[in-house]
């Protein structure tokens, strides 16, 4: 039998922030009293929500008029986000949410008014500190007490500050000192017997510093020297770093071992991780975060659920978005234009496994593993593969392929090349069979390429003179036929991942007339004031663009690294803005791929031009668990635990699957409350007075697509019909 949580009592802690609120609030706190029942309570509450958005005309006009509600939500002020969650908690009271992150189902009923009364009657009602906490600050807002400062230019230059790329002096030094520190240990390994390679081995006949010097010139600029001696148990790791991780997480590393979760973090990734005490304290937690498994993440292995429905595919069925895919594995799709190409060669694997890996369920299946010897291509990869490009070829509206994994470039040369050619071919089909078909009918071309890649971060060693003469060939053939963009779609979480081997590696990217864009996963370490910032900065030095900055998906395995909504609104309102971009200047950035080899010195330009010390071309998104991608919300309950529910709603400046005519809003629970997440945030060192702000942003609208993201326009009159889409 469920427990009725209206019986149980406030707790001292919460308590004491709902004394403050009521102190703060003698409005509220007359409602609470002078209410005899919770439904007087809520009702009363409702006419002052309504009283507020009357006197107000953006809010009035954001909650009730058809209009651009990008448009709309900045004519708000402060005050009227306030106004409209008290409207929107008071319009979904009642409402139940399924929330996966959470084990007591109880908790996703909302009624944040009826608790408090609860708890101003009798002492009881159920609801936790963070809860309070959430409901004080919503308050403060309302009232005038949580004001809304913008930073300065120079405080958001002070934060970029104190996050250090792998391109200062004195990063470096440390890289290279715990460089010689890791092959120190497989010397002595390969010296002892412990191990034997024929390719790597030690050379008795030198000394100790010479066999070192060796390793270091040769070995460390090796490939497949770091997938070769890739850690694969936490005992290694922890002796590769010096034996200097704590006993929680060489405890959580087990765990995950025992698990199944497998291990992979190559020599070079694990030298950007400090163990000695530095003035950069904690300058490496994204990296950490990366490499480290939470308890969180442990526990739910074995049980992990697929966040974006339209990843689950059985051939010849439509997925959550409509799409018929011709294979379960190798073609994802949620938008009409654009589908994944995941092929069936080492490009399956990654160079190392990132703890928020948004196909940690295809790990957990064992479908993506680490197991390099058997997933070489056989003779059926050749027919499968022109299959599946036939699927392209025949869609009337594909013209954009993202070739992912695991990782593209995790390919051999001779694997990627095939696939490349086999691209090639199925554009140049799909181009003349437009010849025959009339204006009006013709099918979308191939405009675009995407390579989806962590190695320019996990394994820059990968970026090969060889490597780019075959992308360079493809683009000068590939450019004759339609092709206009040529991507290399990257994933660098932190300024740290940059270092000069990585900038010599993005830099031949470059030269190759291929476009780097960048996608960060905004987790809690990566959410630190200034730090994606000074991300931006770093990229666009090396010559990369941002594309996307993620929020982290909902489920419980990534509430570690889960970094509120509210903060990615906050950052973009807040920190971004530092970059932003007038639209007279939307035309001269557009023009960047043309002239991709140039992107250095491009961006240069425009920076300088603006006085701007990066340039703001990512939007703020998150993966929504149905179809598609979006950062248009609004806070619209609040559970006893403090964890706040967003109601979610597609982006509308981008073509969707016909489907999501469809389908209802999304309503997520967050993994953590804010004031958790604050917590978090203060043991990594953070002053969190320097994010209360962060409360306020219960609304989020998604920032339209810089042009220079946009598909660039056919000379012809494209069909409007969709093929292999069936909705029922």
Same mark, same amino acid.
């Given at each position: 039998m469920d427990r009725d949580l209206n019986k149980v009592a406030i707790r001292p802690k919460a308590q004491r922030v709902f004394h403050t609120l009521l102190e703060e609030n003698p409005r509220l706190k007359d409602i609470l009293k002078n209410a005899e029942s919770a439904d007087q309570a809520r009702e009363a509450m409702e006419e002052w929500a309504k009283e507020l958005i009357n006197k107000s005309k953006p809010a009035s006009?954001?909650?009730?008029?058809?209009?651009?509600?990008?448009?709309?939500?900045?004519? =708000?002020?402060?005050?009227? $986000?306030? @106004?409209? !969650?008290?409207?929107?908690?008071?319009?979904?009271?009642?409402? %139940?949410?399924?929330?996966?992150?959470?084990?007591l189902a109880e908790e996703s009923v909302l009624d944040p008014f009826g608790i408090m009364w609860e708890a101003f009657k009798t002492g009881r009602g159920g609801a936790m500190y963070y809860f309070y906490l959430d409901m004080l600050y919503l308050f403060r807002q309302l009232n005038g007490r949580l004001k809304e400062e913008k930073p300065t230019l120079d405080k958001v230059r002070n934060w970029m500050d104190r996050h250090p790329s792998g391109?200062?002096?004195?990063?470096?030094?440390?890289?290279?000192?715990? !460089?010689?520190?890791?092959?120190?240990?497989? =010397?002595?390994?390969?010296?002892s017997g412990e191990i034997n390679d024929p390719k790597y081995n030690y050379d008795q006949s030198k000394s100790f510093e010479e066999n070192l010097q060796n390793a270091r010139d040769v070995w460390w600029n090796d490939r497949v020297f770091h997938l070769k001696f890739a850690a694969r148990t936490p005992e290694l790791i922890d002796e590769l770093l010096d034996h200097s991780l704590n006993k929680e997480t060489l405890s959580i590393m087990q765990n995950a071992k025992d698990a199944g979760i497998p291990f992979f973090v190559n020599p070079y990734y694990l030298s950007l991780i400090s163990v000695d005490h530095t003035e950069h304290v904690g300058a490496d937690l994204p990296i950490r975060d990366y490499i480290f498994y939470s308890r969180q993440l442990v526990d739910e292995f074995g049980e992990i659920q697929a966040w974006e429905k339209e990843d689950i595919v059985e051939p010849g069925k439509p997925n959550a978005a409509g799409w018929i895919l011709p294979s379960q594995h190798n073609v994802h799709r949620r938008y009409p234009? +654009?589908?994944?190409?995941?092929?069936?060669? +080492?490009?399956? @694997?990654?160079?190392?496994?990132?703890?928020?890996? *948004?196909?940690?369920?295809?790990?957990q299946s064992g479908h993506l593993n680490f197991n390099l010897d058997k997933l070489q291509p056989n003779e059926k990869w050749s027919d499968k593969l022109k299959r599946l490009m036939q699927y392209f070829e025949e869609d009337s509206q594909l013209r954009d392929i993202l070739i992912t994994g695991g990782d593209a470039l995790m390919s051999s040369d001779r694997s990627l090349k095939h696939i490349l050619d086999e691209v090639y071919q199925m554009a140049l089909r799909k181009r003349k069979a437009n010849e025959q078909r009339p204006q009006g009918d013709k099918y979308a071309e191939m405009v675009r390429i995407r390579l989806g890649t962590r190695l320019p971060i996990y394994l820059p060693q990968r970026i090969t003179p060889e490597l780019i003469e075959i992308l360079s060939e493809f683009k000068?053939?590939?450019? $004759? #036929?339609?092709?206009?963009?040529?991507?290399?779609?990257?994933?660098?979480?932190?300024?740290?991942?940059?270092?000069? +081997?990585?900038?010599?590696?993005?830099? %031949?990217?470059?030269?190759?007339?291929?476009?780097?864009?960048?996608?960060?996963?905004?987790?809690?370490? @990566?959410?630190?004031r200034g730090h994606t910032a000074k991300l931006r900065k770093v990229l666009n030095d090396i010559g990369v663009l941002t594309y996307y900055t993620f929020s982290v998906k909902g489920f419980m395995e990534n509430s570690h690294?889960?970094?509120?909504?509210?903060?990615?609104?906050?950052?973009? *309102?807040?920190?971004?803005?530092?970059?932003?971009?007038?639209?007279?200047?939307?035309?001269?950035?557009?023009?960047?791929? +043309?002239?991709?080899?140039?992107?250095?010195?491009? #961006?240069?330009?425009l920076r300088n031009k603006l006085n701007i010390p990066f340039l703001a071309t990512d939007r703020n998104v998150l993966n929504l668990p149905g179809v598609g991608k979006s950062l248009t919300y609004r806070v #619209?309950?609040?559970?006893?635990?403090?964890?706040?529910? =967003?109601?979610f709603d597609h982006d509308h400046t981008r073509t969707h699957s016909p489907i999501i005519e469809k389908m209802g809003k999304f309503y997520i629970v967050e993994s953590k409350p804010i004031g958790q997440y604050l917590e978090e945030l203060d043991e990594m060192g953070e002053d969190i007075n320097e994010y209360l702000s962060v409360y306020g942003y219960s609304i989020g609208e998604t920032e339209h697509r810089m042009p220079i993201y946009e598909y660039p326009e056919y000379d012809f009159e494209m069909t409007g019909k969709m093929t292999n889409l069936e909705i029922g």
């Open positions: 006009d954001f909650l009730f008029k058809d209009i651009d509600k990008r448009v709309a939500f900045e004519k =708000l002020n402060w005050q009227d $986000k306030a @106004a409209i !969650r008290l409207y929107d908690y008071i319009q979904h009271t009642g409402r %139940r949410i399924q929330d996966p992150s959470l084990f391109l200062e002096d004195d990063m470096l030094k440390e890289h290279n000192k715990n !460089r010689d520190r890791i092959l120190s240990v497989f =010397l002595r390994k390969m010296e234009e +654009v589908a994944i190409l995941i092929p069936d060669t +080492v490009g399956r @694997a990654c160079a190392g496994l990132c703890s928020s890996c *948004q196909r940690m369920y295809d790990f000068q053939k590939a450019a $004759k #036929i339609g092709f206009k963009q040529f991507v290399i779609q990257t994933h660098f979480e932190s300024a740290m991942e940059v270092t000069p +081997v990585v900038k010599q590696g993005v830099e %031949r990217l470059i030269s190759a007339g291929w476009t780097v864009t960048n996608q960060q996963v905004f987790t809690t370490a @990566a959410s630190r690294n889960f970094a509120t909504n509210e903060r990615a609104m906050q950052e973009q *309102q807040e920190e971004k803005l530092l970059g932003k971009i007038p639209e007279e200047e939307y035309d001269t950035i557009r023009s960047f791929p +043309v002239n991709a080899e140039n992107m250095i010195s491009q #961006i240069e330009k #619209i309950g609040l559970t006893r635990f403090g964890k706040r529910v =967003l109601e």
